[in-house]
């Protein structure tokens, strides 16, 4: 038998793999601004959890004094594909600033040319689109026809930054110690299905939604192909791309309530559907046969965010781990428990999250809203 | 005339083991044993003998054995034997060949170059014995989004869902007439139909009064030759089908014989007792797809827009663009026919070269419906040669949302796909109106094999879907990177939608 002070010495002096990426989530209930330091702090604590094949953060309320106009982070991969991507924004847009981002040498690895513009829609436009279907067309076109270049960020003061390494060193290579916001999702990836690229990070954008994932669509297939018949084109060669597109899709395009779209995305079985009162049960039962294409089958969880708003979910079997905690008018999300309590020893409130059902937090709403009375009652 | 053609079988009787017990006799209807009483001997007449094996699995002391004849015409890679005997047929009938089932020519099959994934590592497998693992499938249009109300954290829902079938396992039954097969058939299939939670589809013959009360599994098909179609039998169905075509024979219609139509057949037809029933190649109502959507809407009013309708067309080369057409028509549900599609009787060269396979006409069918955007306006059920769970399942993450088997529900009860289907005569009391072979059809037995075969198929199935990490069947439906493809060209990966193994 081995002397129990032996067992952590590793003779061979590798890491031992440890499979799953790791998300953290933060949010100011008041709307209030921090820095990078607790989020940061954080997501280094669950270095292990990923394999510095892709890091990264979605920041909200990060450019104030560009609030009105569309912030695009894009990323190219040549030259030639910022001449075509330039041509295209400035075909849908008033281009009202832009700059090279700004960065810094870091542990990163081949960062490609990553630029930042202020847009604002031009006025002369088809009345039946919105501000937000241009950004969107946009978008779309300049991620499939440039070929080399990738809009990772498009939402109004908010911003991605994203890349290949441990989500420490792109935190050091954006400077992110200059940016302050009032919720942080932040990701540490450790690619399984598709390949170790800038574009491949977390978190998925478009407009104002992020999605951090841990986890593999094993429904990634159709979700895609039910996301493509609404124009949605999925050129990023990862699964969770579809949940971003799918909130967009369901939340902004279709104004369904996050209490509805958790239905969707990770329905009841049908034998619970079968045993509730007839009206819950024609409506859950009409939402997965007209959504069934987008269940999110597979094991996973989330951290979905868009302005004022942060929200965790998990699939149906709760298959990847999810806690929330709250302190003050800080909430706190997290693939692991030891990251929250690094941050934040003393918690008012710190639960697991159950499977399929969301937890979401809203500025000035002050509380979690939850839809698990069960929850609730374990909480107590 | 001399016929030039040797018996295709012989067959083989160990006289040590015949007891003289006449079971083969009795069984054969091709009348291909008789007993001899003068040196007390059983004699087959080769020449009779089709195969089917009634004889050899009825023979108590496992006497019989039916062997290919190795005494036919020499043959070679062109000029093989079915060719050389096909034109011996002709020259000595100067008719058209017929046969039955679906086409037995290997190179249609395209289920064996797709293979299934599975998880490993990054995604847990799930086991079904001991998770949930839904099949449920619920057949019809389904609304691009829903109008829904929060109140309370309570959800109302404003949209009405038009009406919808409920299907426990993907796989229903294809249609298959009263007429063509038996009555026992019939009420076996209805019967397992209604245990199984699926639906059977009563064929171009009517429903007998007697399975009326299985009508909320059945389908009713409403086909060219409109028999039995009154308003008591559209009424009594889940569901209405409107018969355009069939896969095993695109384009051309059906006859039943008149010796086939008894008195029992005659009044659920509503024909005259011993009249041929002649189901004309077009429907003579529907010339274009603007008299498609008139019979569409003609059935719906009729019955109060209850029941979803279905429209079931023959996969042909156009196969994307009409089924496109059928559902801007308004047909809730789209069933494909492909070329391996069986049959009662058919033309051999029609069942043989016309239509294309199944597995191209699921694919493009749902990317045209996806590229057009109008995939949730209609479900798609696929049929023609379904052998096995796996061909399901395939299907399925082709896009296909349920899918119709019938030669493997027959095979369940009995049948050897002795391809005689055609003459009226099935020793396994199938493919027969006669009511004294019928009788070898139970019921009681055959509704139970056929229970246990879709329970066994989607016990397969279920294992499959946990093991790729799935466990609701809306989530493999049409997701074709759960498919990989050998020995297939570039085209064919790109018409499937699916990538090469390895890649």
């Known amino acids: 038998m081995n002397p129990l002070d032996r067992l952590n010495v590793n003779p061979f002096n590798n890491d031992k793999d440890f499979a799953g990426c790791s998300i953290f989530g933060m949010m100011n209930l008041e709307g209030k601004r921090f820095s990078s330091k607790d989020p940061v702090k954080a997501i280094t604590n669950m270095h292990d959890r990923s394999n510095g094949l892709g890091g990264g953060f979605a920041v909200y309320g990060i450019y104030p004094d560009f609030k009105d106009y569309y912030a695009f982070h894009v990323m190219y991969l040549s030259r030639d594909a910022k001449e075509k991507t330039d041509r295209i924004l400035a075909y849908y847009f008033n281009i009202i600033y832009d700059e090279e981002m700004q960065t810094r040498p870091a542990?990163?690895?081949?960062?490609?040319?990553?630029?930042?513009?202020?847009?604002?829609?031009?006025?002369?436009?088809?009345?039946?689109?919105?501000?937000?279907?241009?950004?969107?067309q946009a978008v779309m076109r300049i991620n499939t026809e440039t070929g080399k270049a990738f809009v990772f960020s498009s939402g109004k003061d908010m911003g991605v930054f994203k890349g290949v390494g441990f989500p420490e060193d792109i935190a050091d290579f954006f400077c992110l110690d200059d940016y302050e916001g009032y919720l942080w999702s932040v990701h540490g990836r450790f690619p399984t299905?598709?390949?170790?690229?800038?574009?491949?990070?977390?978190?998925?954008?478009?407009?104002?939604?992020?999605?951090?994932?841990?986890?593999?669509?094993?429904?990634?297939?159709?979700?895609?192909?039910?996301?493509?018949?609404?124009?949605?084109?999925?050129?990023?060669?990862?699964?969770?791309?579809?949940?971003?597109?799918?909130?967009?899709?369901?939340?902004?395009?279709?104004?369904?309530?996050?209490?509805?779209?958790?239905?969707?995305?990770?329905?009841?079985?049908?034998?619970?559907?079968?045993?509730?009162?007839?009206?819950?049960?024609?409506?859950?039962?009409?939402?997965?046969?007209?959504?069934?294409?987008?269940?999110?089958?597979?094991?996973?969880?989330?951290?979905?965010?868009?302005?004022?708003?942060?929200?965790?979910?998990?699939?149906?079997?709760?298959?990847?781990?999810?806690?929330?905690?709250?302190?003050?008018?800080?909430?706190?999300?997290?693939?692991?428990?030891?990251?929250?309590?690094?941050?934040?020893?003393?918690?008012?409130?710190?639960?697991?999250?159950?499977?399929?059902?969301?937890?979401?937090?809203?500025?000035?709403?002050?509380?979690?809203?939850?839809?698990?009375?069960?929850?609730?009652?374990?909480?107590? | 005339m001399k016929s030039y053609l040797p018996a295709d079988y012989t067959v083989v009787r160990d006289e040590k083991k015949c007891i003289r017990c006449k079971a083969c006799v009795n069984q054969c209807t091709y009348d291909t044993h008789s007993y001899d009483a003068e040196d007390d001997i059983i004699r087959s007449k080769d020449e009779n003998c089709v195969n089917c094996k009634r004889c050899v699995v009825m023979c108590p002391t496992q006497a019989l054995s039916i062997q290919k004849n190795p005494n036919v015409?020499?043959?070679?890679?062109?000029?093989?034997?079915?060719?050389?005997?096909?034109?011996?047929?002709?020259?000595?009938?100067?008719?058209?060949?017929?046969?039955?089932?679906?086409?037995?020519?290997?190179?249609?099959?395209?289920?064996?170059?797709?293979?299934?994934?599975?998880?490993?590592?990054?995604?847990?497998?799930?086991?079904?014995?001991?998770?949930?693992?839904?099949?449920?499938?619920?057949?019809?249009?389904?609304?691009?989004?829903?109008?829904?109300?929060?109140?309370?954290?309570?959800i109302s829902l404003k949209t009405k869902l038009t009406p919808q079938l409920t299907l426990e396992t993907p796989i229903m039954f294809s249609a298959m007439s009263y007429g063509a097969i038996s009555l026992n058939v019939h009420e076996s299939l209805a019967r397992a139909a209604t245990q199984a939670g699926t639906y059977f589809n009563t064929g171009e013959g009517g429903l007998d009064k007697t399975l009326y009360k299985h009508g909320k599994h059945a389908i009713v098909q409403v086909a060219s030759g409109r028999f039995g179609v009154h308003s008591e039998y559209l009424h009594a169905g889940a569901a209405?089908?409107?018969?355009?075509?069939?896969?095993?024979?695109?384009?051309?219609?059906?006859?039943?014989?008149?010796?086939?139509?008894?008195?029992?057949?005659?009044?659920?037809?509503?024909?005259?007792?011993?009249?041929?029933?002649?189901?004309?190649a077009p429907q003579h109502d529907i010339y274009s797809i603007e008299d498609l959507r008139q019979l569409i809407y003609a059935l719906k009013e009729a019955t109060d827009y209850s029941k979803p309708i279905s429209v079931k067309i023959a996969a042909v080369h156009n196969i994307a663009a009409i089924a496109s057409g059928v559902v801007r028509a308004g047909a809730d549900i789209v069933a494909i026919d492909g070329v391996r599609g069986s049959t009662g009787a058919a033309p051999k060269v029609i069942r043989d070269n016309v239509g294309i396979p199944i597995e191209f006409a699921i694919a493009s069918v749902d990317q045209r419906l996806r590229d057009e955007g109008i995939r949730n306006r209609a479900s798609l059920v696929a049929a023609g040669g379904f052998r096995s769970s796996g061909d399901v399942l395939k299907a399925i993450a082709l896009g296909a949302d349920a899918v119709y088997i019938a030669t493997a529900a027959l095979v369940a009860i009995g049948c050897t796909v002795c391809q005689k289907c055609f003459t009226g005569k099935c020793p396994w009391g199938i493919a027969t109106s006669d009511a004294w072979i019928g009788k070898r059809i139970n019921p009681n037995i055959a509704s139970e094999r056929l229970v246990n075969l879709l329970r066994g198929w989607n016990m397969e199935i279920k294992d499959m879907m946990g093991g790729m990490g799935v466990n609701a069947i809306e989530s493999l439906r049409g997701n074709r990177l759960h498919l990989r493809g050998v020995g297939l060209t570039d085209t064919q990966l790109k018409i499937l939608g699916v990538k090469m193994a390895g890649e």
């Not at chain 1, 490609?112 to 241009?134: C, G, H």
């Open chain 1, 107 to 136: 542990n990163v690895i081949d960062p490609p040319l990553m630029w930042r513009y202020f847009v604002q829609t031009k006025k002369n436009r088809p009345a039946n689109l919105t501000d937000d279907e241009i950004v969107l």
């Open chain 1, 193 to 380: 299905n598709s390949p170790g690229w800038w574009g491949g990070a977390h978190p998925f954008n478009v407009l104002d939604w992020t999605v951090v994932h841990n986890g593999e669509l094993s429904s990634y297939g159709i979700n895609r192909r039910y996301l493509e018949m609404y124009g949605y084109k999925c050129t990023l060669q990862t699964d969770t791309e579809v949940l971003a597109y799918a909130f967009d899709l369901l939340m902004r395009r279709q104004r369904l309530p996050i209490e509805v779209v958790s239905q969707i995305l990770a329905p009841p079985f049908w034998d619970e559907i079968d045993a509730m009162e007839p009206k819950k049960r024609e409506t859950l039962r009409a939402l997965r046969q007209t959504y069934g294409s987008l269940l999110m089958n597979g094991p996973f969880s989330v951290i979905v965010a868009h302005h004022g708003e942060m929200i965790a979910l998990t699939d149906r079997i709760k298959l990847r781990p999810m806690i929330a905690a709250t302190k003050g008018d800080t909430m706190y999300l997290s693939s692991e428990e030891a990251a929250i309590r690094l941050v934040s020893p003393q918690l008012d409130k710190l639960w697991t999250a159950r499977g399929g059902e969301p937890i979401i937090g809203r500025v000035g709403g002050k509380k979690l809203i939850e839809l698990s009375q069960k929850t609730e009652a374990q909480q107590k």
């Open chain 2, 73 to 154: 015409y020499r043959e070679n890679a062109s000029w093989n034997y079915e060719a050389i005997k096909d034109i011996k047929k002709q020259a000595e009938t100067g008719g058209v060949l017929l046969t039955g089932m679906g086409s037995d020519k290997p190179h249609l099959t395209y289920w064996n170059h797709l293979l299934v994934n599975a998880s490993q590592v990054t995604n847990p497998s799930i086991d079904p014995l001991r998770e949930p693992m839904e099949m449920r499938t619920y057949l019809g249009a389904k609304p691009d989004a829903l109008d829904l109300e929060l109140e309370n954290g309570d």
């Open chain 2, 240 to 280: 209405i089908e409107i018969k355009i075509g069939q896969g095993a024979k695109p384009g051309i219609g059906g006859h039943l014989p008149g010796e086939k139509v008894t008195p029992e057949v005659a009044r659920t037809r509503m024909i005259p007792v011993g009249t041929d029933a002649i189901s004309p």
